[in-house]
């Protein structure tokens, strides 16, 4: 005769055999749940530590900074298990923000939930990445975009003729002429 019990992770009632019930309380719906709950029970156990700074960032003091400047804990960014428990969880597909623009803060006053674009146009704003003669890939001087834009605009000439007197490859040419470099340049 089987038995109901509550998952300890998601709390859905389901039935088992009594020879499947813990009697420790520590019963799961599923192999997932487990392992979610074991987790994030893990990751609660550890303390994070942090000093303010001058700008009211909480600085994590706690955790190293993995490849990019983020403080990790294990296999996920301190900031985002913050947002997480104080917050609330994230959608597939959303992201974590600093308003602040310092990687090691951790204060939930200073992230926002929010997708990959509009976190590369923070960084846009922010100057964090590179446009134009700055990018570390720019082939030609915002100068010879500026010249062959008025090139593009004012005169009849193809695309390989501009080829044979500047010198920059046809294909930067059109990515050019239909915006999809050096946008940052204008006429």
Request: proline share 5%.
């Amino acid at each position: 005769m089987p038995i109901t019990v509550k998952c300890k992770c998601c709390f859905k009632q389901y039935s088992v055999p009594p020879s499947r019930v813990n009697v420790n309380g520590m019963n799961f719906c599923s192999k997932p749940c487990q392992h979610q709950y074991r987790r994030s029970n893990h990751l609660r156990s550890f303390p994070i530590d942090y000093e303010i700074d001058e700008n009211g960032c909480f600085i994590c003091t706690s955790h190293k900074k993995g490849k990019r400047g983020y403080p990790r804990m294990h296999e996920k960014l301190v900031f985002r298990h913050v947002y997480e428990q104080m917050i609330g969880p994230l959608e597939k597909g959303e992201l974590v923000r600093h308003l602040c623009d310092n990687k090691m803060c951790i204060n939930p006053e200073h992230l926002r939930k929010g997708t990959q674009l509009e976190n590369v146009r923070d960084a846009l704003r922010n100057k964090r990445i590179k446009v134009g003669e700055e990018h570390h890939s720019a082939k030609i001087s915002e100068i010879k975009v500026y010249a062959l834009k008025v090139l593009l605009e004012k005169t009849d000439l193809t695309h390989k003729e501009l080829n044979l007197i500047t010198g920059v490859p046809d294909s930067t040419i059109k990515s050019i002429k239909y915006g999809k470099a050096w946008r940052s340049v204008k006429v």
